[in-house]
């Protein structure tokens, strides 16, 4: 199914982003569309906005502490003109590269639920079916590996989650897994910039 920018289909979600909205009248606090080349090589799946971060500016991991890894990687690979995704009317280009999140609303929390999560899911099939053949696509976290797998409709346990891993999708195509770029997985070391980078070359 097509992106819908009004879309209410979760009532959680939906009443949370209303009362986030009365709070923060001048955040986006409404699904977050995806980002980036429309035709790229390579789909970044995150999982879900971050309330001052893509649910305040409107643009996945722009704003926050998440993407300030994903963005200067991105950088340093050449896969982006800068290494900074600070508000939606910035500069920032991304080349050969798209970033979207398995869910598209902001979760209490940060933990959509897994009902949401296959609510918000026919989106993300849509997206990937959307990418030439040959586009890689980049899990971050182990919800956003399984929201993968849902969009092909395969088994969770087909395909496990892992840093680095790499799987080969049924249409050929590749899925390459890492931690989550969080400020939680990266203060505690268990996600250096130096594991993401390597994960990141495995889907270039």
């Known amino acids: 199914m097509a992106f819908d920018p009004a879309c209410r289909q979760c009532p959680r979600l939906a009443d949370f982003l209303d009362k986030v909205r009365g709070k923060h009248p001048d955040y986006h606090a409404a699904p977050v569309p995806a980002f980036g080349d429309s035709t790229p090589r390579l789909l970044i799946i995150g999982l879900a906005p971050g309330m001052h971060g893509a649910n305040r500016t409107g643009r996945p991991f722009t704003g926050d502490y998440a993407g ?8 340093e690979l050449g896969l982006s003109n800068t290494p900074r995704s600070e508000h939606a009317g910035d500069s920032l280009r991304l ?31 849509e997206e990937i079916q959307a990418l030439p053949i040959s586009s890689v696509l980049f899990a971050l976290g182990s919800i956003a590996h399984q929201a993968v797998l849902r969009a092909y409709g395969l088994k ?49």
Not at 68 to 75: E, G, M
Not at 104 to 125: F, S
Not at 165 to 187: E, F, I
Request: one cysteine or more; glycine letters at 6%.
């Open 68 to 75: 300030l890894l994903l963005y200067q990687s991105l950088f």
């Open 156 to 204: 969770l346990s087909a395909y496990h989650f892992g840093h680095g891993a790499v799987h080969a999708m049924p249409d050929g195509r590749r899925l390459v897994s890492s931690y989550h770029c969080s400020r939680y997985n990266t203060q505690t070391k268990r996600l250096t910039k130096e594991m993401f980078t390597e994960a990141l070359k495995k889907a270039l």
């Open 95 to 125: 080349s050969g590269v798209r970033i979207t999140n398995a869910v598209k609303c902001l979760p209490p929390a940060n933990k959509p639920t897994t009902e949401e999560v296959r609510r918000c899911n026919g989106y993300l099939a």
